[in-house]
């Protein structure tokens, strides 16, 4: 059981470049969600989908889109990488959106910005 | 809004030594409490939860209590091993869902 995957695992973009981090989950949940973690600040929500067919935007939204494929899969995406966004990038999914469902996490990618 | 404040590390203990890592939240309603670890190259795991006031979570050893009173929501263990290395995560649910807040983190050094 493979659980969440993330790819890449590293990555290296230069300013203004574009790339799409890809996500799935075989655990048949219903909410994905993207982290990022820098230093010092814990984990900060980027996007998130409560249900297939529906994103909405986390506290960092800034410079990034996300698409919902499906149940299994939900990318993220940087149009036009900057510096400021060179950080670890982790997909997580829980069984649902309530209140106890705990986080199930990817490995992360980890993304520099040149 | 709701927010995590977890105590600054690096913590580091000898081998077989008590573990205590503060943990305290603000957040309106009922949410739910979690203590997540993240292993150097990996992801966070869930550790252990609470889900209401007086709940005690516990797994491997470690134990937090969901204390609505003082609004903590500590974790210990009693003896800690090298293994137990690691980054250590509290966390919030709150009422209305979606938003997982997290602490800063704590890293856990344990000497042989």
């Known amino acids: 059981n493979a659980g969440v995957t993330q790819t890449p695992k590293f990555q290296v973009l230069k300013t203004g470049q574009s790339m799409t981090l890809q996500c799935a989950q075989d655990?048949?949940?219903?909410?994905m969600y993207w982290y990022r973690q820098d230093p010092g600040m814990g984990l900060r929500l980027i996007y998130y989908?409560?249900?297939?067919?529906?994103?909405d935007k986390g506290e960092v939204p800034n410079g990034y889109n996300v698409s919902r494929l499906n149940k299994r899969e939900f990318s993220l995406r940087l149009e036009s990488a900057a510096p400021s966004q060179t950080s670890v990038y982790f997909c997580?999914?829980?069984?649902?959106?309530?209140?106890?469902?705990?986080?199930?996490f990817g490995n992360g990618t980890r993304l520099t910005v040149t | 809004g709701n927010s995590v404040t977890q105590m600054e590390g690096p913590v580091t203990l000898s081998e077989e030594a008590f573990l205590t890592i503060n943990c305290t939240y603000t957040?309106?309603?009922?949410?739910?409490l979690f203590w997540y670890v993240q292993y150097p190259g990996e992801g966070l795991q869930l550790l252990l939860k609470?889900?209401?006031?007086?709940d005690k979570g516990s797994n491997k050893g470690f134990e937090a209590t969901y204390r609505k009173e003082t609004t903590s929501f500590h974790l210990e263990k009693g003896s800690v091993q090298v293994s137990d290395s690691a980054v250590y995560f509290c966390?919030?649910?709150?009422?209305?869902?979606?938003?997982?807040?997290f602490g800063a983190g704590t890293r856990l050094f344990v000497k042989a």
């Open positions: 966390a919030l649910r709150g009422t209305g869902g979606f938003k997982t807040i």
């Open positions: 957040a309106t309603g009922y949410p739910s």
């Open positions: 989908s409560a249900s297939e067919g529906t994103t």
């Open positions: 655990m048949n949940h219903n909410s």
């Open positions: 609470a889900t209401k006031a007086d």
């Open positions: 997580a999914s829980s069984e649902e959106a309530g209140v106890n469902s705990p986080l199930h």
